[in-house]
C-alpha cells in the first residue's frame, strides 16, 4: 500500500507563491496534482506525460510548475502568481504498474487559499 503525504498549503495573498510536496512511501508511483474547489469537481492540474514533457490545465499554464525529485520519491507543484480563482483542496494523486495490474493511491489533501 502507497501513502502519499502532502505538505505546503496556506493562505497566500493574490499574486503571490507557494510550492506543494507530496511525498510517496514506495518507490516507481507516477505522480500529478489535481484539485477540488467547493462545489467544482476534481481537476487535474499538472501531470507529466513521458520523459520531461508536462502538461497543464489551461488555468494555470504559465503559473504552475510541476517538478519532481526520483530519489526522494516526492513531486512538487510550484505555484506562482496565484489568483483567487485558484482556492482549491490540492490532492497529490499517484499511480503504479505492477506487472499490467495499475492501482490509484490520494494523498489526504492540502488547502489553498488565496485571498487579500
Known amino acids: 500500500q502507497v501513502q502519499l503525504v502532502e505538505s505546503g498549503g496556506g493562505l497566500v495573498q493574490p499574486g503571490g507563491s507557494l510550492r506543494l510536496s507530496c511525498t510517496a512511501s514506495g518507490n516507481d508511483v507516477v505522480m500529478d496534482w489535481y484539485r477540488q474547489a467547493p462545489g467544482k469537481e476534481r481537476e487535474l492540474v499538472a501531470a507529466?506525460?513521458?520523459?520531461?514533457?508536462?502538461n497543464y490545465v489551461d488555468a494555470v499554464e504559465g503559473r504552475f510548475t510541476i517538478s519532481r525529485d526520483n530519489g526522494k520519491n516526492t513531486v512538487y507543484l510550484q505555484m506562482n502568481n496565484l489568483k483567487p480563482e485558484d482556492t482549491a483542496v490540492y490532492f497529490c494523486?499517484?499511480?503504479?504498474?505492477?506487472?499490467?495490474?495499475?492501482?490509484?493511491?490520494w494523498g489526504q489533501g492540502t488547502q489553498v487559499t488565496v485571498s487579500s
Open positions: 494523486h499517484g499511480w503504479t504498474n505492477n506487472g499490467g495490474h495499475y492501482s490509484n493511491y
Open positions: 507529466f506525460m513521458g520523459g520531461k514533457s508536462t
